[in-house]
């Protein structure tokens, strides 16, 4: 995966300050993630996506990779599982509809391998859904894009709770 990273010193400006050149390349070439701290620049005006995942998780990387593709800033926050879950608890997701990585987006809640075409259409609509969640890890979802291709539901939760699917993408290899 080739992922294109601009380091910046905090406040959102990129910066070739040797001290961060320096740390960035030590991580690298210790065996570090490709995706160390750091934040992810795109032009502004772009939404920023705050994602939580176990830290060296590939598919989270492609999955935030998928996102910068279409135009969110990307800030990872590597956390242990444990954390995870607490997080999920606290953000009211529950364990059916959990996935491998959470994200905070404008206020709403984005669990998993969500499209970012399908967030883009639910931010759109303030008010309409306060999450989205892609339960598991399913195959052909962004982050998980490989040879095999699973049907899959992408849920909303409604303001009263209730969780609703809003579209259904993927192959039925059934057929």
Known sequence: MNLHVWLTDGDGVPTMKPQVLIAAAVAI?????????????????????????????????????????????????????????????????????????????????????????IIEHVLKQPGSFTALAVAGMPHGSPGMEDEATDVYQVLAKRPDGIWEVIATRGIDKRK
């Open 29 to 117: 070439l210790a065996g570090g993630s490709s995706l160390i701290a750091y934040r992810a620049m795109t032009p502004s005006g772009s939404r920023k996506a705050t994602v939580f995942l176990e830290d060296y998780c590939r598919c989270c990387e492609r999955w935030a990779q998928h996102m910068m593709d279409n135009g969110y800033q990307v800030e990872l926050r590597p956390v242990v599982r444990s954390e995870l879950d607490s997080l999920r608890r606290s953000l009211g997701i529950p364990e059916e509809k959990a996935a491998c990585h959470t994200a905070l987006i404008d206020g709403h809640v984005v669990e998993g391998h969500v499209p970012a075409d």
